[in-house]
């Protein structure tokens, strides 16, 4: 009977034990569990954080707005209202320098110009000719001058020049009448016309462009 006793009492602490262990392994594995779930909850809020400091659509904003802010300070720099179309001094300077050379120009050709014979009219060709090439530039200067000048500037252009054109014949006259009736007379009155007009240029590009 004792032994009966013995033997009873050895199977209930066998089993107790076997019971004891079955929950201990049932609490280790359910605290690994919670260990898990809690490591995968911070993997995740770290990975949230990184995604949001690396926002690419952020960037692109960012960069948009800066070419924005830049592209508008370009704009405003080149937006600059133009000025009127009005002779400036470095054009004046540059068309008397234009002029300057069609002077020098005409004075080559005028020069160049050669009778072909000694005689009378083959001088008053040359001389003819002569008057021509400054008549010519006298007119393309005028021409000029009229563009150029104000309306109170040019009219105060007119009145000398009508005064000149008289200058010039009553000049042209006076030097043929030493040649009176010779056949020097319209060679002379030529010859001066050209030399007048010629200085008449020189004039007019000095004193108005």
């Known amino acids: 009977m004792e032994k009966n006793k013995k033997i009873m009492l050895a199977i209930v602490m066998f089993v107790f034990m076997l019971v004891l262990a079955a929950c201990g392994s049932s609490s280790d594995k359910s605290n690994d569990a919670v260990d898990g779930e809690s490591k995968k909850n911070v993997s995740s809020e770290e990975n949230t954080d990184n995604t949001s400091n690396t926002d690419p659509t952020n960037g692109a904003s960012n960069t948009t707005e800066n070419t924005q802010t830049e592209n508008t300070e370009e704009d405003a720099a080149n937006d600059t209202t ?4 009005t002779p400036t001094t470095d054009a ?8 300057s050379l069609k002077l020098q120009d ?3 050709r005028a020069e160049a110009l050669e009778a072909t014979d000694s005689s009378t009219y083959a001088l008053k060709k040359v001389e003819n000719d002569r008057w021509e090439i400054w008549d ?3 007119n393309e200067i005028y021409g000029v001058l009229q563009e ?7 009219e105060q252009l007119r009145e000398e020049q009508r005064s000149w054109l008289t200058y010039r014949d009553d000049t042209a006259l006076e030097a043929s009448n030493k040649y009176k009736g010779g056949t020097q ?13 010629e200085e008449r240029c020189y004039e007019l590009v000095e004193a108005y462009m």
């Open 82 to 85: 133009p000025e009127e179309d």
């Open 92 to 99: 004046v300077e540059s068309l008397k320098d234009e002029f």
């Open 185 to 197: 007379e319209h060679l002379e009155y030529v010859a001066v016309l050209a030399n007048v007009t």
């Open 148 to 154: 150029q000048l104000s309306p109170e500037e040019m």
């Open 106 to 108: 005409a004075k080559n």
């Open 136 to 138: 010519n530039l006298l």
